[in-house]
């Protein structure tokens, strides 16, 4: 079965400074990852993905995640936060077990203090 | 191009009384799916349709729940009767193929409130 876990309900970082939120995933086969945001009142927006090759991936709005195997990670990342990439952030996860279904996590708050 | 669209955005009904969603996913999309997601709380999918099949309802309450997409475009969710701990916020999300690779799409979700 597959499963994914953010360890952290929320967090908080200066504006400026990196980010990161964390990701952590259980799956059968090879995972196949993904990273939405949540803005209030919107439905989620697509930023990211991995599938296979580089173990950093880039995508929208100065985002990347890192890919790591071993720890079977995908921690999201971004070297300098800006006040308006506060909101809700789910980390998702499909394989080749799971009926193309798309699983998400429980969801991590990122708050930037100004 | 035109996003997910979902309607209404918002609904406010009695328990008991029967409540519908509808959506309209971005056009060449066969792939669509349902999630309900409970106040902080991630996404929980309900049904997924391949074109106009629904090749995976597991999560789907059939007592009180039901699904359509007829034509393989449109699809609505409807809830009869609804109870109290049915309200949530339900999302609609489509995706180009059935692939393992392709990211899902999702509209701004109809707030469901149950009193």
């Known amino acids: 079965a597959q499963s994914v876990a953010q360890p952290e309900d929320q967090v908080n970082v200066a504006e400026g400074n990196p980010l990161t939120v964390k990701c952590t995933y259980s799956?059968?086969?090879?995972?196949?990852l993904f990273w939405y945001v949540q803005y209030p009142n919107r439905g989620l927006q697509f930023l990211l993905k991995?599938?296979?090759?580089?173990?950093l991936v880039k995508g929208s709005y100065g985002f990347e995640a890192e890919f790591n195997k071993s720890q079977t990670s995908f921690h999201l990342k971004k070297p300098s936060a800006l006040v308006s990439d506060s909101a809700l952030y789910f980390c998702a996860v499909r394989d080749e077990t799971g009926a193309n279904n798309l699983f998400f996590g429980t969801g991590t708050r990122l708050t930037v203090i100004p | 191009e035109a996003g997910v669209v979902q309607s209404p955005r918002y609904k406010i009904i009695e328990k008991k009384q029967p409540v519908a969603f509808w959506c309209n996913p971005i056009s060449g999309h066969n792939t669509l799916y349902w999630y309900r997601q409970n106040l902080g709380q991630g996404p929980e999918l309900l049904i997924r349709?391949?074109?106009?099949?629904?090749?995976?309802d597991s999560q789907l309450p059939k007592d009180r729940f039901s699904a359509e997409r007829l034509k393989g475009v449109d699809s609505t969710l409807k809830i009869q009767p609804a109870e109290l701990g049915d309200s949530a916020v339900y999302l609609c999300?489509?995706?180009?193929?059935?692939?393992?690779?392709?990211?899902?799409?999702f509209g701004q979700g109809t707030r469901l409130t149950v009193v």
């Open positions: 799956v059968s086969g090879n995972p196949y």
């Open positions: 999300a489509s995706s180009r193929g059935d692939s393992l690779f392709t990211e899902a799409f």
């Open positions: 349709y391949e074109n106009e099949e629904a090749v995976d």
């Open positions: 991995y599938i296979t090759g580089d173990n």
